[in-house]
């Protein structure tokens, strides 16, 4: 009993290592993204974004492991709520207004997480303790945003869309948590949700680059200018010569989608998908965090006085 005990421990603490470096570079995801938006399109983002996943988990674990093919319904479902929906709305989102209003919004994943497990799944977390921390906690997440503005400037369109983005999440988290009771390898099952993800980015791109030839003045506000492709020789030329859209490009795709999904989808297998969900309340905390070392952005009192009353929520969301 008391080995089981240990092994116990270790597994979690493995599951809240994976949890918090996963919600690190997600975090970071925000300002890189923000920065490609320059030069890229929002869905040519995600494009690039899921192929160098998809290809960075072949060279990571160059193996197969035989499917069960009704499950790959389940697969095309995570692919599709989990990196589709959710990413591309996102980054549609930040397009439209500011990465604080997106990640205010999002941050709000673990309560749409748990209330769809507990209508499909029959899971029951929605206690007393788990909504009083929900709401503490989004409290600290809107002062961390509001960082030193007079009041949040709310945009309908970015805005609804980063809602439909965190509804998005809740039904990819559910779908992660029946897939995980298939014990699939953690990679494999990861690599063939990237699968089906590449799969439905390729008819993207084939309207975006329909949408491109015949876009002729478009505005940028327009949500269609969002999912175009550019095929200009010259323009691609010019963006793709540019070393820092490379590593923006291989972080976004490569660790934060490749590697962060199969650590997030491991974290859920070991902690619980609800359980574990409530971290994502920390991701526009280390946002800001990390626009102050690398844009030079101002951590205010206002700011600082949140991220405690973030973390502070997640601790009562825990109390049985």
Same mark, same amino acid.
């Given at each position: 009993?008391?080995?089981?005990?240990?092994?116990?421990?270790?597994?979690?603490?493995?599951?809240?290592?994976?949890?918090?470096?996963?919600?690190?570079?997600?975090?970071?995801?925000?300002?890189?993204?923000?920065?490609?938006?320059?030069?890229?399109?929002?869905?040519?983002?995600?494009?690039?974004?899921?192929?160098?996943?998809?290809?960075?988990?072949?060279?990571?674990?160059?193996?197969?492991?035989?499917? =069960?093919?009704?499950?790959?319904?389940?697969?095309?479902?995570?692919?599709?709520?989990?990196?589709?929906?959710? =990413?591309?709305?996102?980054?549609?989102?930040?397009?439209?207004?500011?990465?604080?209003?997106?990640?205010?919004? &999002?941050?709000?994943?673990?309560?749409?997480?748990?209330?769809?497990?507990?209508?499909?799944?029959?899971?029951?977390?929605?206690?007393?303790?788990?909504?009083?921390?929900?709401?503490?906690?989004?409290?600290?997440?809107?002062?961390? +945003?509001? $960082?030193?503005?007079?009041?949040? =400037?709310?945009?309908?369109?970015?805005?609804?869309?980063?809602?439909?983005?965190?509804?998005?999440? #809740?039904?990819?988290?559910?779908?992660?948590?029946?897939?995980?009771?298939?014990?699939?390898?953690?990679? +494999?099952?990861?690599?063939?949700?990237?699968?089906?993800?590449?799969?439905?980015?390729?008819?993207?791109?084939?309207?975006?680059?329909?949408?491109?030839?015949?876009?002729?003045?478009?505005?940028?506000?327009?949500?269609? =200018?969002?999912?175009?492709?550019?095929?200009?020789?010259?323009?691609?030329?010019?963006?793709?010569?540019?070393?820092? $859209?490379?590593?923006?490009?291989?972080?976004?795709?490569? &660790?934060?989608?490749?590697? +962060?999904?199969?650590?997030? $989808?491991?974290?859920?297998?070991?902690?619980?998908?609800?359980?574990?969900? +409530?971290?994502?309340?920390?991701?526009?905390?280390?946002?800001?965090?990390?626009?102050?070392?690398?844009?030079?952005?101002?951590?205010?009192?206002?700011?600082?006085? #949140?991220?405690?009353?973030?973390?502070?929520?997640?601790?009562?969301?825990?109390?049985?």
């Amino acid at each position: 009993m008391k080995t089981f005990y240990h092994a116990s421990s270790a597994g979690k603490f493995l599951g809240y290592m994976l949890a918090a470096v996963t919600i690190l570079f997600w975090g970071i995801t925000f300002v890189s993204t923000k920065y490609l938006l320059a030069d890229f399109s929002s869905a040519e983002i995600l494009f690039f974004r899921v192929i160098l996943a998809f290809v960075g988990l072949w060279i990571i674990h160059p193996k197969t492991e035989k499917i =069960q093919m009704r499950d790959n319904i389940l697969f095309a479902l995570a692919a599709l709520t989990g990196i589709i929906f959710y =990413q591309l709305m996102e980054n549609i989102a930040i397009h439209f207004t500011n990465a604080s209003n997106v990640s205010v919004i &999002v941050s709000i994943c673990p309560l749409f997480t748990a209330i769809i497990s507990q209508i499909f799944l029959k899971e029951k977390h929605l206690t007393f303790w788990f909504i009083l921390g929900f709401v503490i906690s989004i409290t600290g997440v809107t002062l961390v +945003c509001l $960082n030193g503005s007079t009041r949040l =400037q709310f945009n309908p369109k970015g805005d609804v869309l980063a809602l439909l983005s965190a509804i998005s999440w #809740g039904f990819y988290s559910m779908i992660i948590s029946i897939i995980n009771r298939r014990k699939y390898d953690p990679i +494999c099952s990861t690599r063939r949700i990237f699968f089906f993800a590449v799969l439905f980015m390729a008819v993207i791109a084939a309207v975006g680059i329909f949408i491109n030839a015949n876009a002729g003045g478009m505005p940028s506000s327009s949500v269609l =200018q969002a999912f175009s492709f550019e095929i200009d020789s010259s323009v691609n030329a010019a963006r793709f010569s540019k070393l820092l $859209n490379w590593v923006n490009l291989l972080f976004l795709g490569v &660790v934060a989608s490749g590697l +962060c999904f199969v650590a997030w $989808n491991k974290a859920c297998q070991i902690i619980g998908t609800v359980k574990i969900s +409530c971290g994502l309340y920390l991701i526009s905390v280390v946002t800001i965090v990390f626009a102050f070392f690398v844009l030079g952005e101002k951590i205010t009192p206002l700011g600082a006085a #949140g991220a405690i009353i973030t973390i502070a929520g997640l601790f009562i969301s825990e109390k049985k």
